[in-house]
């Protein structure tokens, strides 16, 4: 084959591959009883905007009745593309990566399938997205959550638009759409699962819509204090270059001003603080300590997930994944393996 059929080759691939408008892509975990309502929801909604699309849904270890669920919409919905069982519960963000790995539109869109979030509201963010914008982001005007997931997502979200260098006010809504070209140039997988952060950095237009938040009414949510807290500490050590290096600034400036006051007392003598008192000592001592203690925590965060990634261990495992078949007996979606890297597309 020739350079010029190769490459004639190549685009109908691409187009083949991206052949859809948007891939709307949802991580289910004990929704059993909303999963339904919501792909009926969803449904209506796709189709009534008049544009290609397919559904890609993930059970992120549900061990309820979600996983019969899901195979009974795959029969009924042909556009349905691909339904995927984890072993595990392996959390929000990374139930993401298979359907991003999957999908084939132009665009991506994300949402949960609780029911919190109206997918109806979903043309207002495409109307947005049409204007030009690499991600539409919602934003949930009144929470409907306890203060125990709002108090750690108000910290991840500071902590997130100083990674990013974005100002989105929140992140922790899961209502977003995003070029597929730039959600997929991160490679994606078990070994380096979505995340959206690094996405969002890259992006160069970014607009964010208002959405309604709902009370969870079925199932529960996999957030646990302590995974919030872990993703917070993810979030701190992607960001760890400027904190240390804000750190070395402060202490640079501060060495500077003790031997100018060495050097100055030698001149002019004078005297700050001439009281010291064992107080003062304390509160000094234990805030040294705290300050301290945080510094070599991040670096053992930093460490630890080092280490963890050199062991080479998967984020997540596949039980189990269904694709849809094209006209011609092809599957119509790239395949992916039992942990969830891609194969070549056939």
């Known amino acids: 084959m020739s350079r010029n059929q190769q490459s004639a080759q190549n685009e109908r691939d691409t187009e083949r591959r991206y052949a859809v408008d948007f891939s709307v892509i ?10 339904e309502v919501f792909h009926e929801r969803l449904s209506k909604t796709m189709e009534s905007m008049g544009r290609s699309y397919e559904i890609i849904f993930v059970n992120d270890g549900s061990t309820d009745g979600t996983w019969a669920k899901l195979n009974k919409i795959f029969e009924s919905d042909s556009n349905v593309t691909a339904i995927v069982e984890f072993f595990k519960n392996a959390g929000q963000a990374n139930a993401k990566t298979p359907g991003v790995q999957l999908a084939r539109g132009k665009a991506i869109v994300l949402i949960d399938s ?15 997205y049409d204007e030009g914008q690499d991600i539409v982001s919602g934003y949930r005007r009144k929470r409907r959550d306890s203060i125990f997931r709002k108090l750690p997502s108000l910290i991840a979200n500071v902590i997130m638009r100083k990674a990013s260098g974005s100002k989105i006010r929140d992140f922790g809504c899961t209502f977003k759409i995003c070029d597929g ?3 997929r140039a991160f490679g994606f997988g078990p070994f380096k699962p979505w995340r959206p952060v690094p996405v969002i950095a ?14 969870r009414k079925y199932g ?8 919030l807290f872990a993703y917070n500490m993810e979030n701190l050590v992607n960001l760890s270059e400027k904190p240390f290096q804000i750190l070395g600034v402060v202490c640079f400036f501060l060495g500077i001003v003790f031997f100018l006051r060495i050097g100055v007392g030698y001149l002019i003598p004078f005297s700050i603080l001439p009281r010291v008192t064992t107080g003062m000592i304390l509160n000094a001592l234990v805030a040294s300590t705290f300050v301290l203690v945080a510094i070599l ?6 460490v630890i997930r080092n280490f963890s990634y050199l062991q080479n261990r998967p984020a997540y495992v596949i039980r189990e994944i269904r694709l849809r078949e094209c006209m011609d007996g092809s599957r119509c979606l790239p395949s ?11």
């Open 220 to 227: 529960k949510s996999g957030w646990t204090f302590q995974k």
């Open 181 to 183: 070209r730039l959600a």
């Open 26 to 35: 949802m991580s289910c975990h004990f929704e059993e009883n909303s999963i």
């Open 297 to 302: 925590s991040a670096i053992g965060e930093f």
């Open 202 to 215: 890259m992006a160069g237009r970014i607009a964010e819509v208002p959405v309604n938040h709902h009370p």
């Open 336 to 346: 992916i393996d039992s942990h969830g890297s891609s194969v070549p597309f056939h």
């Open 114 to 128: 609780d029911l919190q979030l109206d997918p109806e509201e979903l043309p207002r963010l495409v109307e947005k």
